[in-house]
Nanobody
Framework: QVQLVESGGGLVQAGGSLRLSCAAS????????MAWFRQAPGQERVFVAA????????YYADSVKGRFTISRDNAKNTLYLQMNSLNPEDTAVYYC?????????????????WGQGTQVTVSS
């Protein structure tokens, strides 16, 4: 069973950048498909980006395509989300998620393991 801990959130001005990290422990990180989701106040948790076991494949929500980049370092058991050109609509709690299968990769039901989240706030 893998445990996930996010970090790197904070307050940034519109147009700025942040890099989120998700440290994994307790499991073989390279066996997991990894993803980022986000949840704004009063809204459902939604898909942001996903990456497969070997980082040979990644997929993005339309709202972040071209601005965000998901990556992973299997040697460091860490998932990343580089976020550029941030805007206030990106404000949310960001969660990393893990699952051994690639089924339902854009849905919350597709992941068995979740971190506690990290807050990202973008000011206008």
């Amino acid at each position: 069973q893998v445990q996930l801990v996010e970090s790197g959130g904070g307050l940034v001005q519109a147009g700025g950048s942040l890099r989120l990290s998700c440290a994994a422990s307790g499991g073989s990180f390279s066996n997991y498909v990894m993803a980022w989701f986000r949840q704004a106040p009063g809204q459902e948790r939604v898909f942001v980006a996903a990456i497969n076991w070997s980082a040979s494949w990644s997929y993005y929500a339309d709202s972040v395509k071209g601005r965000f980049t998901i990556s992973r370092d299997n040697a460091k058991n860490t998932l990343y989300l580089q976020m550029n050109s941030l805007n206030p609509e990106d404000t949310a709690v960001y969660y990393c998620a893990a699952d051994k299968t690639i089924q339902g990769v854009t849905t919350t039901n597709g992941y068995d393991y979740w971190g506690q989240g990290t807050q990202v706030t973008v000011s206008s």
